[in-house]
């Protein structure tokens, strides 16, 4: 450690002199640093290597080291041309990339679509990478669709006809819901998305080439008689949905619905994605089954990620489909990435397959419950003329706001005061009917729940103010 230290100090000293001298100029000697430092030669000569590696030391060998010959200011690059040679960027990128960006450590962050690290089974985690990195079958090739044992365990989890051999394997849920998009459709196709939705759902759509048509939803779920009227305008032959904690708003698609819906799409011939990314996130009541385990003729296209309720580093999801739908799904995933990291794999069968993954669900349901409550009560108390529908489970609460309020404006102004929300309408593939925040409570300790609430009703006062041209004290 004082070897360490001392190379250190030997380093900032000749980053002084070479900031203070000029090329050509001869450095202390090696004797000569080592008792101003305290150092031993080998550190010494060490730190001058690391030097001269950067370019700011020059050594002449039996003659000693130099500062090194400053390169001539390059020219300023020009590319400008990229823009002209790539075109226009394809839609949604920039809100995707915005939903997985690590914010500073001092922001407040409530609009994370992952789970606060406090929340996480690192340990467990840890150690199911740790034993599956010893077999040394985990670093062979894997097959196409993935682990038999994951899918069994998917297949499962999922219920009804679904078998092990009807799921395929992918790295998180977005690459599977791209899968999906090119391996069920054409460029220029229809889609129905609820809306509101997940926005990389919008975006995966739309870079895929398909022309994305908004089907509202209510407290229920998405609206059937919408819903019909959507496939006989447009002739679709997919439907996006989110029947579980659906993200941004929460809803759950209601026991009354889920027979009318299902009945809606076997009459249009049609698929519908069931996107169950909220399972293992139910706070109050009993999780519903899956829409695939009331499925009889494959009429359902399942995706399910470990991402969400697991780690964000737990980039494993699985497609499940039956029939030539499930080939051409596997066919699809082959052109993205061969398969997913065998040792991921292994280290995910090994967590779900433990006594401790049950363990793990209950407590995540009591901590996101105690979350949710603080958020909300955050809410009563400081933004009452927000509003909002408390959520059975998932990570968010969906808030409309008040008509004199626009989301962006807020959004961007609590940006200022280190407050992170993602505004509403971004998750609306048309016109949004108001302005919506959505306010994540599993991504942040409680603490931060409370002051970032706390400080957005700040930001909306001050907003206020500024509307009416007066000051703080007016």
């Not at 599956?132 to 499962?156: D, K, N, Q, S, T």
């Not at 400081?382 to 909002?388: E, I, K």
């Not at 059975?392 to 940006?415: C, I, K, M, S, Y």
């Not at 603490?447 to 706390?454: D, M, R, Y």
Request: aromatic letters at 6%; glycine letters at 10%.
């Amino acid at each position: 450690m004082n070897e360490d230290n001392a190379a250190l100090r030997v380093i900032d000293d000749l980053r002084s002199v070479v900031r203070a001298g000029q090329p050509g100029d001869r450095l202390p000697s090696v004797r000569e640093l080592m008792a101003r430092h305290k150092a031993s030669p080998v550190t010494v000569q060490q730190a001058i290597r690391r030097m001269a590696g950067e370019g700011l030391v020059e050594v002449r060998p039996g003659r000693g080291s130099y500062v090194a010959a400053r390169p001539a200011p390059a020219r300023a690059p020009d590319l400008s041309w990229q823009s002209v040679a790539l075109g226009p960027g394809r839609p949604g990128e920039e809100l995707v990339s915005s939903l997985i960006a690590v914010p500073r450590p001092e922001v407040l962050q409530l609009s994370s679509g992952y789970l606060d690290p406090g929340l996480l089974p690192t340990e467990a985690l840890g150690a199911a990478l740790s034993r599956a990195a010893r077999r040394p079958a985990a670093w062979g090739r894997v097959p196409l669709e993935g682990r038999e044992e994951l899918r069994a365990w998917f297949a499962r989890e999922a219920g009804g006809e679904l078998r092990a051999g009807d799921m395929t394997v992918c790295s998180g849920a977005q690459p599977a819901l791209s899968t999906v998009f090119r391996g069920l459709s054409e460029p220029g196709e229809v889609v129905l998305l609820e809306a509101p939705t997940y926005l990389g759902a919008i975006a995966a759509a739309r870079d895929a080439g398909l022309r994305v048509v908004p089907v509202p939803t209510d407290a229920d779920g998405v609206r059937p008689d919408l819903l019909a009227a959507a496939f006989e305008r447009t002739g679709a032959r997919l439907f996006y949905c989110q029947p579980l904690h659906a993200n941004p708003h929460g809803a759950v698609l209601s026991a009354a619905r889920r027979p009318e819906v299902f009945a809606i799409v076997r009459a249009a011939g049609a698929f519908l994605i069931e996107d169950d990314w909220g399972r293992g996130l139910t706070i109050d009541g009993a999780t519903p089954p899956t829409l695939a385990s009331e499925d009889v003729d494959g009429h359902v296209v399942y995706v399910r990620s470990l991402t969400k309720v697991a780690a964000p580093g737990l980039r494993v999801a699985v497609i499940g489909a039956r029939g030539p739908a499930g080939i051409r799904l596997r066919t699809a995933r082959s052109l993205d990435d061969f398969y997913v990291s065998g040792p991921l794999q292994e280290a995910a069968i090994d967590l779900v397959t433990s006594p401790f993954w049950r363990r793990h669900l209950r407590s995540l349901r009591g901590a996101l419950r105690s979350r949710r409550d603080v958020l909300l009560s955050a809410l009563r108390s400081h933004l009452p003329d927000f509003d909002v529908t408390t959520p059975t489970g998932g990570l968010h609460v969906w808030a409309r706001l008040p008509e004199d309020l626009d989301d962006v404006e807020l959004t961007t102004a609590a940006a200022a005061r280190d407050v992170v929300v993602f505004p509403g309408r971004p998750w609306f593939a048309a016109e949004p009917p108001g302005s919506y925040v959505r306010l994540t409570f599993g991504g942040a300790p409680e603490h931060t729940l409370a002051e970032g609430i706390q400080r957005l009703a700040e930001v909306r006062a001050a907003i206020r103010r500024s509307a009416r041209g007066t000051s703080p004290a007016g």
